[in-house]
């Protein structure tokens, strides 16, 4: 039998949680839940089994979820390890999909806003009546995100 649970939040390790929170703010419409975290000590080093932990960030509510939606939560540590290139066939969490009214568009403001490009924007057919036209992009510290669109026709082109 599963567990009672509901989702609550993703988190997002930055090297810079203010300049990452500001992009996804800005670019994507997420909004801030306060407080901001200012975390440390003992506890906190039990919890992540990181020495010395010290975490700085915050929540920002998702789009179109209201008030009591699952938030992105952005952290910092005081120190970080190191990671390997982006990928999108890395395994573990590969990315965060946004569903937005315009592909193109939102590719363009992501890249206008320090983002990146994976690669193309494309509309690939899901069923024979629906479609989906999607892009991944990268915020700017090379997290990748897909931007989506669903349509109820088959649309077998590419944009």
Not at 54 to 71: M, N, S, V, Y
Not at 147 to 157: C, H
């Amino acid at each position: 039998m599963p567990l009672s649970a509901s989702f609550a939040h993703v988190n997002l390790v930055a090297k810079d949680w203010r300049r990452l929170a500001r992009f996804y703010e800005q670019v994507l419409g997420c909004v801030p839940v306060p407080p901001e975290r200012k975390l440390e000590g003992e506890q906190l080093e039990r919890a992540t089994g990181v020495r010395r932990a010290t975490i700085q960030g915050a929540h920002l509510r998702l789009p179109g979820f209201g008030e009591k939606g699952p938030t992105l939560e952005i952290f910092q540590y005081g120190q970080h390890a190191d990671s390997g290139p982006t990928a999108i066939n890395r395994p573990g969490f590969a990315h965060v999909a946004f569903a937005v009214d315009d592909v193109k568009a939102a590719r363009d403001a992501v890249l206008s806003a320090g983002g990146g490009s994976v690669g193309e924007v494309v509309a690939l057919p899901i069923t024979r009546t629906r479609s989906v036209t999607f892009a991944y992009v990268t915020d700017p510290e090379g997290n990748i995100i897909e931007l989506q669109r669903w349509s109820d026709q088959a649309d077998q082109t590419t944009t």
